[in-house]
């Protein structure tokens, strides 16, 4: 979390952040240490106000120091209709596509992410949503599921 932090000290641009809050020494840490920094602690949200407010978002901001293996909330984002930035490791590669729903940047690179927080206003929103709808939605599962059991039933026929 500290990451975000900088990069909202550094463009001046205000940072919500949502969930449990686990630590609050280390909170309060970041806050005195980023104390330019304009952040709003949100909670811990009910499914459809996080939504609600996710969608109102610029964008949604992982700065993970650990390999994520898919990054469910990246994809609600994207159903959002909210780009996603976030470091280039782990499961977020296959859900971020530079330039297009998002930007993907080099971990700890706090230039590039400030960078690329500037640069977010040139995603289509639109184009965020209608890739959560192909690629994520229960439908787009259900198409790939099937066509994956057709696969396999006609490799032992």
């Keep these: ?32 240490s980023y104390p330019q920094a304009q952040v709003e602690y949100k909670g ?4 459809a106000e996080f939504q609600q407010a ?5 964008a949604l901001i992982m700065t993970h120091k650990w390999v994520e293996a898919f990054g469910r909330v ?23 596509e530079t330039g297009k729903t998002g930007f993907l940047v080099t971990p700890d690179d706090m230039p590039a992410l400030a960078t690329a927080v500037e640069k977010i206003s040139a995603i289509d929103r ?5 890739v959560a709808e192909s ?3 229960l439908p787009a599962y259900g198409d ?6 057709t696969d396999v039933m006609n490799f032992y026929q």
Excluded at 144 to 149: D, T, V
Aim: aromatic share 12%; with cysteine.
């Design 1 to 32: 979390m500290e990451d975000a932090f900088a990069v909202a000290q550094v463009t001046n641009l205000p940072l919500q952040v949502f969930g449990y809050l686990q630590d609050e020494q280390y909170w309060q840490s970041l806050k005195r």
């Design 54 to 58: 996710l969608g109102q978002c610029q």
């Design 144 to 149: 790939r599921l099937e066509q994956w059991f």
């Design 135 to 137: 690629r994520y939605s």
């Design 126 to 130: 639109s184009h965020c949503r209608q």
């Design 74 to 96: 990246a994809v609600e984002a994207l159903a959002c209709g909210v780009p996603v930035i976030s470091y280039d490791r782990g499961g977020l590669k296959e859900i971020v």
């Design 44 to 47: 811990f949200l009910p499914t």
